[in-house]
């Protein structure tokens, strides 16, 4: 596996490789679920290539920035173990170079859910996403779907921006006992970490509900936020159940949700400090490790 640091050399190396490329980015903190996504670009492709880099620009200025946990020699390991041709792993400066002036912004899918407590977190987003694309021009690139804002946000950049990338969403990967793998896990104390499995089980309250008729947003969206509630040194920044597509707030439309739409509930919390977020498509099937955890 080669690691590479500059834009020039990343260049040099892609156009060396003869076949399909899936870039699967990241910003480290690798873990189960990332490792996931590189074995389905191994199936989807002749090669992968994942990038590292933690970027300054979705970060507010009183966000996880600078404690954002960097070790690129694990994260190397992880790459290594699933085959990936090409780490790249840009400086700052290489991504964003002097007198950088151009933001992307994606209206509309940006102004619920995360986009107003994180002003500018998605213009960040759009705009390395669009860089990366840019500069590997990869025949596919894979997101997860824990991240579901954001995973809408890049396939609009990139219809909108003639990208000739194919967008791959995969499914998110979770513990045995239900929380979605995330690298922010890492800031939870066990007795968090133990009360945050009460994010999953909220959603699939909602979900058990909604496979029983339930139409009515704002009852899906207090079956999941009562039993969120009940976390200990826990705030909820949003839950909400949203168009799968517009993701528009269900609760702020007077008709009951149409099936022919479908839901997601989604949401935001922090626990003991650390911002967790995680969504669950409600006419879909229940992911395994959910089914086996139903609250009653
Ligand atoms: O999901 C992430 O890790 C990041 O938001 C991404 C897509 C790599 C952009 O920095």
């Known amino acids: ?75 190397a390991r992880r790459c290594e173990e699933e085959g990936v041709a090409i780490l790249f792993a840009p400086t700052p400066d290489a991504i964003y170079p002097p007198g950088f002036a151009t933001t992307i912004h994606v209206a509309g899918l940006t102004d619920g859910l995360c986009g107003p407590w994180r002003p500018g977190h998605f213009d960040g987003v759009a705009t390395v996403v669009a860089k990366l694309l840019l500069i590997v021009s990869p025949d596919l690139a894979i997101f997860g779907q824990k991240d579901y804002q954001q995973l809408a946000v890049i396939r609009r950049i990139t219809a909108d921006l003639h990208l000739a990338t194919k967008i791959v969403g995969a499914p998110t990967v979770r513990e045995a006992d239900g929380l979605a793998m995330s690298s922010r896990n ?87 400090g650390a911002r967790l977020i995680d969504n669950l498509r409600l006419d879909g099937p229940l992911p395994a490790p959910l089914a086996h955890h139903i609250p009653s």
Not at 33 to 62: E, K
Not at 210 to 221: K, N, P
């Open 1 to 75: 596996m080669k690691i590479i640091h500059t834009v020039e050399a990343l260049r040099e190396a892609r156009a060396a490789l003869s076949g399909t490329v899936a870039l699967v980015p990241t910003m480290g903190a690798l873990h189960a679920g990332h490792q996931t996504l590189m074995a389905q670009g191994r199936q989807l492709a002749d090669h992968v290539i994942a990038s590292v880099f933690v970027n300054p620009t979705q970060f507010g200025p009183n966000e996880d920035f600078n404690v954002y946990p960097r070790d690129l020699d694990a994260d």
């Open 186 to 272: 890492r800031y939870l104390t066990p007795v968090s970490r133990a009360q945050a499995t009460k994010l999953s089980q909220a959603m699939t309250r909602a979900w058990v509900a909604w496979q029983a008729g339930e139409r009515d947003a704002a009852a899906l969206v207090k079956l999941a936020r009562d039993l969120v509630a009940t976390i200990p040194d826990s705030s909820i920044d949003y839950v909400e159940v949203v168009d799968p597509d517009s993701l528009s707030d269900y609760t702020k439309q007077a008709d009951p949700i149409p099936d022919a739409r479908g839901a997601v509930i989604a949401l935001a919390v922090r626990v003991a």
